[in-house]
Nanobody, 126 residues
Framework: VQLQASGGGLVQPGGSLRLSCAAS????????MGWFRQDPGKEREFVAA????????YYADSVRGRFTASIDNAKNTLYLEMNSLKPEDTAVYYC????????????????????WGQGTEVTVSS
């Protein structure tokens, strides 16, 4: 499985961006797809995830209500719509997946994901 993230850039506070993650290869039905972010010197932080078994979405408290994760199954692409961006959202954003289902209590743990995109940088600054 290969993941290719794109869509990052420089945006002013309050602005919006949409990240994309194109997936190639096949994973098992119900494999989760997630977004994480990381600042230099910090641990990778959970942002959002979709349980593809039932379509349930999960968000970090810091982004809930501002970010929306979605999947276009026809294009095999994961999206992250980011609105009302704040300077603290600045980070490199990574998409991820694994080749089997995961317990929903673990869907926000970076360690359960097996495949990662290369990251796309988001900078929120005036």
């Amino acid at each position: 499985v290969q993941l290719q993230a794109s869509g990052g850039g420089l945006v002013q506070p309050g602005g919006s961006l949409r990240l994309s993650c194109a997936a190639s290869g096949r994973t098992s039905r119900g494999s989760p797809m997630g977004w994480f972010r990381q600042d230099p010197g910090k641990e990778r932080e959970f942002v959002a995830a979709i349980d593809t078994w039932n379509g349930s979405t999960y968000y970090a408290d810091s982004v809930r209500g501002r970010f929306t994760a979605s999947i276009d199954n026809a294009k095999n692409t994961l999206y992250l719509e980011m609105n009302s961006l704040k300077p603290e959202d600045t980070a490199v954003y990574y998409c991820s997946t694994r080749n089997r289902r995961v317990n929903t209590s673990s869907i926000n743990r970076a360690g359960v994901y097996e495949y990662w995109g290369q990251g796309t940088e988001v900078t929120v600054s005036s």
